[in-house]
């Protein structure tokens, strides 16, 4: 399939599965173990419904907004995503070109196989960078002084990756930057011809921004090593404190998935939220991070921004979450696909495939503005719903419960209303009263004496 042909994300997904090698396009279409976090991040949108408007006027429509003080053509930023360079040969500057182009920020992750200084090297425009807080707090230091000096705009702090959850994927096919020469390794690349071709004409085939940079860290198996025990299990609010010290422009949290860390995140002098679980990636069992989305916006209000990561693969997405109110969105995956199937082209085609359908999504809804899409847009909001089937869910049980533990009515009554019921079931069970005229003369007799 060529790109003219592509209509939507899922055609990339197709051909970057044909295209990128079999553990770098399982790292990007995987989630921790059972993976029912990551499908449920995609999942929970569709049962978000929208309400359709008509014979209303929607030309002169825009997209464009803001996002942390910056213009950006949409509301969407490519976020960071480790290893973007084993999608494709020098991928992190084949994304970032595209983002350029298109107008809106690319995010380079710690983990790229392009540094920032090759990054930088190769675009005109600021980027953001992304931040793992490692143990070696100097070398943290060091990669936020780089950032400024390559002109970074924005930094993105990840704060769930503490520790690494497990992805069975990446255990079963052995992850590496670059490749293991195992058999089975090597009959998987003898199949992906044109991107063995495109790594043979690049030096960028591990951590860009690790190799080089940590003392005695040298060789492959000493950086995986290093990486793999250096994620800090220690990071908290603190040193959220320490990285602003160190860093004087925008900040943006990453990773923020409960109402009660958005309101600590928006007291801690940030910019920014963005409410992610790691695209299911982390904790699997989590809350989907559009479930989230409302409970978080209206528990820190308008005291930070906050945008809206993980699941989301289509323009009518990047509706539904600025219509549950969120500033923004980024996307992985998505752009993911898309530069495996074609590098900055296939980059470029994810976000003209999002623009429009965002675009169609937002005149059909009859709005003209991104800017005045929210809740009223939405036929039922999905923390509504919710709240009616909890609410129908725990009465019914409630209900169960009493019939089930209750004793028998006439049991617990009071006397006073048993013997109306006594009475109405004797009267019930005995024959019907004859009339004076047909009972017998005995009868009529005693009952007369009695009167």
């Given at each position: 399939m060529t790109l003219d042909k592509v209509t939507n994300i899922s055609d990339l997904q197709r051909i970057a599965r044909r295209r990128v090698p079999r553990m770098f396009y399982d790292y990007a279409d995987s989630g921790a173990w059972t993976e029912s976090t990551y499908r449920d991040n995609s999942d929970a949108f569709s049962r978000i419904k929208l309400r359709q408007r008509v014979a209303r006027k929607i030309d002169n429509r825009s997209v464009a907004t803001t996002m942390v003080g910056q213009d950006v053509s949409m509301p969407v930023a490519l976020a960071p995503v480790g290893m973007t360079g084993m999608q494709h040969p020098d991928g992190e500057i084949h994304a970032a070109r595209a983002a350029e182009k298109f107008g809106v920020p690319f995010t380079l992750s710690t983990m790229s196989i392009c540094s920032i200084e090759e990054v930088a090297k190769a675009t005109s425009k600021p980027f953001w960078f992304q931040l793992y807080v490692m143990r070696d707090r100097g070398f943290a230091a060091d990669l936020i002084a780089r950032a400024k000096a390559a002109g970074c705009s924005a930094l993105v702090l990840t704060l769930d990756l503490q520790i690494l959850a497990q992805r069975n994927k990446d255990v079963k096919n052995g992850l590496s930057a670059p490749p293991k020469p195992t058999l089975a390794n090597m009959i998987n690349l003898a199949f992906k011809p044109?991107?063995?071709?495109?790594?043979?004409?690049?030096?960028?085939?591990?951590?860009?921004?690790?190799?080089?940079?940590?003392?005695?860290?040298?060789?492959?198996?000493?950086?995986?090593?290093?990486?793999?025990?250096?994620?800090?299990?220690?990071?908290?609010?603190?040193?959220?404190?320490?990285?602003?010290?160190?860093?004087?422009?925008?900040?943006?949290?990453?990773?923020?998935?409960?109402?009660?860390?958005?309101?600590?995140?928006?007291?801690?002098?940030?910019?920014?939220?963005?409410?992610?679980?790691?695209?299911?990636?982390?904790?699997?069992?989590?809350?989907?991070?559009?479930?989230?989305?409302?409970?978080?916006?209206?528990?820190?209000?308008?005291?930070?921004?906050?945008?809206?990561?993980?699941?989301?693969?289509?323009?009518?997405?990047?509706?539904?979450?600025?219509?549950?109110?969120?500033?923004?969105?980024?996307?992985?995956?998505?752009?993911?696909?898309?530069?495996?199937?074609?590098?900055?082209?296939?980059?470029?085609?994810?976000?003209?495939?999002?623009?429009?359908?965002?675009?169609?999504?937002?005149?059909?809804?009859?709005?003209?503005?991104?800017?005045?899409?929210?809740?009223?847009?939405?036929?039922?909001?999905?923390?509504?719903?919710?709240?009616?089937?909890?609410?129908?869910?725990?009465?019914?049980?409630?209900?169960?419960?009493?019939?089930?533990?209750?004793?028998?009515?006439?049991?617990?009554?009071?006397?006073?209303?048993?013997?109306?019921?006594?009475?109405?079931?004797?009267?019930?069970?005995?024959?019907?009263?004859?009339?004076?005229?047909?009972?017998?003369?005995?009868?009529?007799?005693?009952?007369?004496?009695?009167?």
């Open positions: 044109t991107w063995c071709l495109g790594m043979l004409q690049t030096r960028n085939r591990t951590f860009g921004n690790i190799a080089g940079h940590v003392k005695g860290v040298e060789d492959m198996s000493s950086l995986s090593d290093w990486t793999n025990s250096q994620f800090d299990p220690t990071l908290d609010w603190e040193s959220v404190e320490w990285i602003k010290k160190h860093w004087d422009g925008p900040l943006i949290l990453k990773g923020v998935n409960d109402v009660e860390d958005a309101k600590i995140a928006a007291g801690a002098g940030a910019d920014a939220i963005i409410v992610s679980n790691h695209g299911g990636r982390q904790l699997d069992g989590a809350a989907a991070s559009i479930d989230m989305l409302a409970p978080i916006v209206d528990a820190v209000g308008d005291k930070i921004e906050v945008h809206l990561d993980s699941g989301i693969r289509s323009g009518m997405d990047i509706f539904k979450a600025v219509a549950l109110g969120a500033k923004s969105t980024f996307i992985g995956r998505a752009f993911i696909y898309g530069l495996g199937a074609a590098g900055e082209a296939g980059v470029t085609k994810a976000l003209q495939m999002l623009r429009k359908e965002l675009d169609i999504t937002m005149a059909l809804a009859g709005e003209t503005n991104i800017a005045n899409v929210g809740h009223h847009n939405l036929l039922v909001p999905p923390a509504t719903a919710r709240k009616v089937q909890q609410a129908k869910a725990e009465s019914a049980a409630t209900t169960t419960k009493k019939s089930a533990g209750a004793k028998p009515k006439t049991a617990t009554k009071p006397k006073s209303a048993a013997k109306p019921r006594a009475a109405a079931a004797k009267s019930a069970s005995a024959p019907k009263r004859q009339t004076p005229a047909k009972r017998p003369a005995a009868t009529r007799s005693k009952s007369a004496a009695k009167s």
